[in-house]
T-cell receptor, first 111, second 113 residues
Framework: TQLLEQSPQFLSIQEGENLTVYCNSS?????LQWYRQEPGEGPVLLVT?????EVKKLKRLTFQFGDARKDSSLHITAAQPGDTGLYLC???????????FGAGTRLTVKP | EAQVTQNPRYLITVTGKKLTVTCSQN?????MSWYRQDPGLGLRQIYY???????DKGDVPEGYKVSRKEKRNFPLILESPSPNQTSLYFC????????????FGDGTRLSIL
């Protein structure tokens, strides 16, 4: 059982469409990170959210941390083929030593 | 350039033949960890190290060993590899533990026949 559930698992859309992916848990996190991973590479950090209700924007990407700090969402506006990749969320919970990762959402944006 | 370097990138080997995957970081990070990534399971932590000579088990440590004799290096050792250890492995480092961005290597794809 995944501590962090990401949905959807797979998403295939056309260029220009908007999309939202979700990261949910029954646990409270002190912080949550979103990474993007491309084939043949390691995950690369996109953003860290720390405060409940926090919204961060990174160009066309909007990240939101739930008020209760149990969930997060990533919204992409006008998706482009370069957004294709595996999006991973990782939460820092009551454990002091690590971040726990979700299984990821694999996004494909078709030209 | 700040980076985490893993070697080898790819390895096909046979059951029982000891192997080591090296990991080196040049950012003077205290915290290093090893993950395996399997389809549908995401990244699962194998071992982590908070500093030199300090290592501890993650979620899936069985069949693996690590050492941290120097700050920059954190090798992963499979003493007697088995087919269920076929996976994509990532080494990561961060300045300290907690609320820190982790920098990942590019991965090592291991196939144990």
């Amino acid at each position: 059982t995944q501590l962090l559930e990401q949905s959807p698992q797979f998403l295939s859309i056309q260029e220009g469409e908007n999309l939202t992916v979700y990261c949910n848990s029954s646990s409270v996190f002190s912080s949550l990170q979103w990474y993007r991973q491309e084939p043949g590479e390691g995950p690369v950090l996109l953003v860290t959210v720390v405060t409940g209700g926090e919204v961060k924007k990174l160009k066309r990407l909007t990240f939101q941390f739930g008020d209760a700090r149990k969930d997060s969402s990533l919204h992409i506006t006008a998706a482009q083929p370069g957004d294709t990749g595996l999006y991973l969320c990782a939460g820092e919970g009551p454990w002091v030593h690590d971040m726990r990762f979700g299984a990821g959402t694999r996004l494909t944006v078709k030209p | 350039e700040a980076q985490v370097t893993q070697n080898p990138r790819y390895l096909i080997t046979v059951t029982g033949k000891k192997l080591t995957v090296t990991c080196s970081q040049n950012m003077n990070h205290e915290y290093m960890s090893w993950y395996r990534q399997d389809p549908g399971l995401g990244l699962r932590q194998i071992y982590y190290s908070m500093n030199v000579e300090v290592t501890d088990k993650g979620d899936v440590p069985e069949g693996y060993k690590v050492s941290r004799k120097e700050k920059r290096n954190f090798p992963l050792i499979l003493e007697s590899p088995s087919p269920n250890q076929t996976s994509l492995y990532f080494c990561a480092s961060s300045l300290t533990v907690g609320n820190q961005p982790q920098h990942f290597g590019d991965g090592t794809r291991l196939s144990i026949l």
